[in-house]
């Protein structure tokens, strides 16, 4: 089979995606090693890391804008070389002021690239669902990656070499994307930028019936997918009282259903249509979650946390979704648009689950979001049966 130049665009957007996702997932595993050099507390370094991810959700429509402006590759490069260039002014920050503002400049470039990305490969591919799911692979294999490379340096050099590794990974991607990729045409070249970001513009693009329907969809899964990600493996250990060798190994499990779950979601979203797959994904998130709070033995916890993984797969049908309710020079600030505005209000998933756990224990809290599960899975069946259109 003779290799397209289309194949090139994907396998370098996937792997431009592991840089970006690598770099924030090098964290967590060496935060108590941060906490201790610095003398700072772990609240400190929370507000650190929710500075970095809210970065990230703000910085993916002015990325839309810049694509939009000056094409797609060259945002591309800067977010995975800025990634690289901040990972490393991380790991050398002298005072932990500076390690907050370098990490929320991680997060602001980072976040430059997967609206970005995503709007090249619709212009590449008619099979968006399968091109979006085979790209989003890229995040959750970082996931399984990063924390044990991160926390295998960590233990044995320090964290500062643990958050370095990102130049050995992104590198070599920023090489071969600046090599192999070929610039595109800029959709609105000559448009002022400023007129972009005008109030009544936006409001109109998200204020269409079938775009705030998706939208409302996504607010709810990322916020119920940040809260699993921030906290699954604590309440493995909290509530069901599994070791923490256990917990992780069930987190990793979890990062592979997502890893496999992403190609099928978009693949299939593309032959069965975007709406009958997002929702068979969020209900299994809901049937999963249910089941991890609900589950009596280690067989029934096993398939609830593949299930929430199923769930947490979603992405790979919902972004193409949007791409469809926008037209081809819509779809750069459109989609970055609406990024930021699901992202940002998602990351507040792990302060809600963290809230809910503390007030209630970790039952009711993970009960509440299989609820959330639920409430997507019927809009969409309400929207379905009934043929509102949204």
Known sequence: MRWQYRTTVLGLCLLAFFVTYFARMAISPVVPFIVADFGVSNTATGVALTGMWLAYGLSQ??????SDRYGEKPVILVAVGGTVIASVLL????IFAAFVVFAVLLGSVAGLHYAVATTLLSRTYDELGRAVGIHSIGGPLAGLVAPVAAAWVGVRFGWRPALALTLVVGLPVFVLFAW???????RRPDQPMRERFELATLLELVSRPAVAFTLAIAMLGTFIVQGLLTFLPTFLV?????SATLAGTAF?????VRTVGQFAVGELSDRYGRDLVIGASLFAGSVGLFGLVGGGSRATVG??????????SFFAAIDPRFLDQFGDTERGAGFGLVRTCYTVVGSAGSVGVGLLADLFGWGVA???????????FLALAVNWAFGLGY
């Open 91 to 94: 790991a050398f920050s002298p």
């Open 303 to 312: 398939i609830a946390v593949l299930a929430a993984g199923l769930g947490s």
């Open 366 to 376: 993970f009960v509440v979001l299989g609820g959330l599960f639920s409430i997507t």
């Open 180 to 186: 192999r990729i070929r610039p595109t045409e800029p």
């Open 61 to 66: 429509f002015p990325s839309g804008v810049l």
């Open 238 to 242: 909290e509530h069901h009282h599994y």
């Open 252 to 256: 990793s499990a979890f990062f592979f």
